[in-house]
């Protein structure tokens, strides 16, 4: 079985090589087949460059630049789409995933689960460092996304997941920014697939600078939330 490790990046120059050395170790390490697909918004600062140079020596390793609708959502759903996985995994370049947890969402997937979340809401999880504000607010988003559509999960702003392919073909995706995490949550279990989590623990980023706006976003969050909690209604 092999595994896509989907990278969005922008600007990565100061991690993106220790990103995919930490990420390809691991895989080795846990004898997982894999490919890493770096998806790059046009980056500036020479992390094309680099991620070029480690794709023509390693042939598990690829690059797609994109020239068109920027953004994280867009860069996820363009590299899904393009790899060549029997299951998908969304992972940060910022190193704020905890990779011990992929084994435990692939053997999810292969007991039958359609989509599988690294939860840092459910018992053996955590959020880690996170800033408590950011914290305590994708932890109420979720609770209340929880109840509106009656979620089995726990965390669904995590980007952090694995999902069987087909789910990126079937389910319509429209956000091209952060709240395609919990859009992608929210529409498969709605369609209809199975959705589990695992623990995981969750780190801050120590390099570079975080792409997001706290309270920009969190009014994303909810109007889209909404938005699609009416639509269920009609």
């Not at 460092?129 to 702003?157: C, E, H, M, W």
């Amino acid at each position: 079985m092999k595994i896509s490790l989907i990278v969005p990046t922008f600007n990565e120059f100061k991690i993106i090589k220790k990103t995919i050395e930490i990420l390809s170790n691991f895989m080795k390490k846990e004898k997982i087949d894999y490919e890493i697909l770096v998806v790059d918004d046009k980056s500036k600062d020479g992390t094309i460059e680099i991620v070029k140079k480690i794709s023509s020596l390693d042939k598990r390793v690829k690059i797609i630049v994109r020239d068109s609708s920027p953004g994280f959502g867009s860069s996820l759903v363009d590299g899904s789409k393009k790899a060549s996985g029997d299951i998908i995994i969304w992972t940060m370049a910022d190193l704020s995933d905890d990779l011990n947890s992929i084994p435990k969402m692939i053997r999810k997937i292969e007991e039958g689960k359609d989509m599988v979340i690294a939860s840092r809401n459910v018992s053996g999880g955590s959020r880690g460092d996170q800033n408590k504000l950011k914290a305590i607010g994708s932890t109420l988003f979720s609770r209340i996304a929880r109840i509106l559509f009656n979620l089995p999960v726990y965390d669904i702003t995590n980007a952090f997941r694995a999902f069987r392919p087909e789910l990126i073909n079937q389910i319509k995706l429209e956000n091209n920014n952060f709240a395609i995490s919990p859009e992608f949550a929210i529409k498969a279990h709605l369609a209809g697939y199975k959705l589990a989590e695992v623990p995981t623990t969750y780190s801050e980023r120590k390099i570079g600078e975080a792409k997001t706006k706290l309270f920009k976003m969190g009014l994303f969050y909810y109007k889209m939330l909404f938005r699609y909690w009416l639509k269920s209604l009609i």
